[in-house]
Nanobody
Framework: QEHPAESGGSLVPPGGSLRLSCAASVDTYSTSIKGWFRQAPGKEREGVAAIHRDGRTIYADSAKGRFTISQDTAKNTVYLQMNSLKPEDTAMYYC???????????????????WGQGTQVTVSS
């Protein structure tokens, strides 16, 4: 079973912080890259950040300077630390896993084969 499982979503006030977790049951070649995506109602799913098993990372412009993706390879877990949250960050956040590929593709949903069920993040006062 290579589908990851997300947790950590919650209601948080603007300016607050939240850490999402993504636990993968297995660590294989097919899941070398883990990505965080989000989808707000009526909008397309967009890539937020991604990380390779070797530690390389990439961020969407909307995440740079506020979000940090990290991993604990011993636990097969990837984290997304989100700071200075804004109402526009409200969305369902998904974790995805996929095989190695060019880094320019890491924020594209089509690059990932395995998806979690999502965890809701709501930023509101």
């Amino acid at each position: 079973q290579e589908h990851p499982a997300e947790s950590g979503g919650s209601l948080v006030p603007p300016g607050g912080s939240l850490r999402l977790s993504c636990a993968a049951s297995v660590d294989t070649y097919s899941t070398s890259i883990k990505g965080w995506f989000r989808q707000a109602p009526g909008k397309e799913r967009e890539g937020v950040a991604a990380i390779h098993r070797d530690g390389r990372t990439i961020y969407a412009d909307s995440a740079k300077g506020r979000f940090t993706i990290s991993q604990d390879t011993a636990k097969n877990t990837v984290y997304l630390q989100m700071n200075s949250l804004k109402p526009e960050d409200t969305a369902m956040y998904y974790c995805a896993a996929g095989p190695p590929q060019y880094i320019r593709n890491w924020l594209l949903a089509r690059s990932f084969a395995y998806w979690g069920q999502g965890t809701q993040v709501t930023v509101s006062s």
